[in-house]
């Protein structure tokens, strides 16, 4: 499985942004996906995860009710759709597929995923 994320920009705080993680390889319908972020001097952070089939999803309380990850199994990719952008959102956004789960629910451990997209840089100014 590889993963190509896209989406990045520099916007204004309070802006949107919509960041986009296309899979290729294995079924994508068989497997969670999750968006993580790494600002500046950071350990790498859970941000969203959503089950093999877009039914579950969970967030980080720093995100909730301003991101919503969602996933079209037709189109191989996944979304990260980020909403009222605050400056402390401005980090490296990556995102990360559970391959070693047949239809897993996904979680929020970083060591519970095996693929990685290459990042895209999300700054928020002020």
């Known amino acids: 499985v590889q993963l190509q994320a896209c989406g990045g920009g520099l916007v204004q705080a309070r802006d949107s942004l919509r960041l986009s993680c296309a899979a290729s390889g294995r079924t994508f319908s068989s497997y969670a996906m999750a968006w993580f972020r790494q600002a500046p001097g950071k350990e790498r952070e859970f941000v969203a995860k959503i089950s093999w089939s877009g039914g579950s999803t969970h967030y980080a309380d720093s995100v909730k009710g301003r991101f919503t990850i969602s996933r079209d199994n037709a189109k191989n990719t996944a979304y990260l759709q980020m909403n009222s952008l605050k400056p402390e959102d401005t980090a490296e956004y990556y995102c990360?597929?559970?391959?070693?789960?047949?239809?897993?629910?996904?979680?929020?451990?970083?060591?519970?995923?095996?693929?990685w997209g290459q990042g895209t840089l999300v700054t928020v100014s002020s």
């Open positions: 990360a597929a559970d391959t070693t789960t047949d239809y897993g629910l996904g979680t929020k451990w970083i060591e519970e995923y095996d693929r």
